[in-house]
């Protein structure tokens, strides 16, 4: 077994079960997974296993402050009652002087005011999806009569600011929003909300007949759906929100991208999975107390085993684990060895690396051509505001090297 190291455990007490159907969504389908299953709900022994576990071995690691991920699936179909356990479970388990903090992914249609009450009195974070305006959202996220989702999505975010819940967004960039980054990104602004996650979104076609899926390198198999985002498109979205945000949001919005290549450019380690060199330290567990190497990986094959049946600080810190974090570096293609940008982008990850490189080297990333776009628009003021950082100025100062005051 290897030292233990820090770690993150993205929990899954549903497992994949919503009460939503987003027509892109991957997770829907690890339902296979367990086709005897009716209930997908985390029994009350495998819940507390988990939380113990995961507090000891964050112990173990040298952690002072725990932090639990909950998402699904949908959580909130779980009701405030399972949630008030978990706290009180983590209160069990948690010796003196250790730091408990919960993070909660909701799609927001069931968030109601006793939920906002308990997310408040807990101090949870909460993530909720939300993918633009109503045209824009209700495009791929409909329930699963196949009616739209933006009205009780607004009405739950309505709930976590009435209440103060600490709250950011999770938008994914998709084909329908790709083309409009600044109108989503002013809307999200326009909600309130000060935190924003944007995730692309990309999967490969599973059958060859999709006549409207595009194709990646012209590879009859090797095409995507047809609400993936292009990587000219999500690199355009992101130059586009970048702009908005340099000239006018900079420490009043923060947008994880933004906030991550920051760091990166001021020569400090990512922060985000996605832009590290190695990867390995952000696992899933799912209801049954199966631990996967990777949210992204929930396959047979990236199984490392069951917390009731062997001790969760035998799978983190094992050889098979280290080498599925090592690989995301071993496995770079010589074209992300040579780029100028590598420090930034470290090849992204794993599970978009199925594109070919201008040689024709297979493994490379899908999104390159999105960040080197990025990289080349706004390279040099994110190279300014590391400047201004480092030196202990707000990154702020930087608009005045690129705009003449009005």
């Given at each position: 077994m290897q030292t233990a190291s820090p770690f993150n455990i993205m929990i899954k007490p549903i497992g994949p079960r919503c009460n939503i159907s987003c027509e892109y969504c991957y997770y829907l389908e690890k339902e296979k997974l367990y086709p005897d299953e009716k209930k997908f709900r985390m029994a009350d022994d495998v819940l507390e296993s988990t939380i113990s576990q995961v507090i000891a071995a964050s112990a173990e690691a040298g952690l002072t402050e725990v932090?639990?991920?909950?998402?699904?699936?949908?959580?909130?179909?779980?009701g405030v009652d399972y949630f008030r356990k978990i706290v009180a479970l983590q209160k069990k388990?948690?010796?003196?002087?250790?730091?408990?903090?919960?993070?909660?992914?909701?799609?927001?249609?069931?968030?109601d005011e006793e939920w906002g009450a308990f997310l408040h009195d807990n101090r949870f974070l909460v993530g909720i999806s939300i993918d633009g305006p109503k045209k824009i959202h209700d495009r791929y996220r409909l329930d699963r009569a196949g009616r739209?989702?933006?009205?009780?999505?607004?009405?739950?975010?309505?709930?976590?600011?009435?209440?103060?819940v600490e709250h950011n967004a999770l938008t994914v960039v998709q084909h329908a929003n790709s083309g409009k980054g600044k109108e989503v990104y002013s809307f999200l602004k326009g909600l309130g909300i000060e935190f924003i996650q944007f995730i692309p979104i990309v999967e490969r076609s599973a059958g060859?007949?999709?006549?409207?899926?595009?194709?990646?390198?012209?590879?009859?198999?090797?095409?995507v759906t047809a609400w993936s985002v292009s990587p000219r498109a999500y690199g355009k979205f992101l130059c586009d929100v970048f702009d908005v945000w340099f000239r006018h949001d900079i420490g009043t919005t923060f947008v994880q991208f933004f906030d991550v290549q920051l760091g990166l450019?001021?020569?400090a380690p990512s922060t985000l999975c996605v832009f590290a060199e190695s990867c390995g330290n952000g696992?899933?567990?799912?209801?049954?107390?199966?631990?996967?190497?990777?949210?992204?990986?929930?396959?047979?094959e990236y199984r490392l085993g069951n917390l009731t049946k062997t001790p969760l600080r035998e799978m983190l810190w094992t050889e098979r684990q280290q080498a599925f974090g090592n690989d995301k570096l071993d496995q770079l293609t010589a074209q992300c060895r040579s780029c100028a940008f590598r420090f930034a982008c470290n090849g992204g990850c794993p599970k978009h690396r199925f594109a070919r490189t201008r040689n024709g080297e297979h493994g490379h990333n899908y999104f390159c051509e999105s960040y080197k776009m990025f990289f080349h628009h706004a390279g040099d003021r994110l190279k300014e505001m590391a400047n201004l950082v480092r030196f202990g100025r707000p990154a702020s100062e930087a608009r005045a090297a690129f705009y003449r005051p009005k």
């Open positions: 932090p639990f991920a909950w998402q699904g699936g949908e959580p909130t179909m779980l388990h948690a010796p003196n002087g250790l730091k408990i903090t919960n993070a909660f992914q909701t799609n927001g249609t069931l968030l739209p989702t933006f009205d009780a999505v607004m009405r739950g975010l309505d709930v976590l600011q009435r209440h103060k060859a007949g999709l006549a409207s899926a595009p194709q990646v390198d012209m590879e009859p198999g090797n095409s450019w001021l020569g696992l899933a567990l799912e209801h049954d107390g199966s631990l996967y190497s990777c949210d992204h990986y929930v396959y047979p």
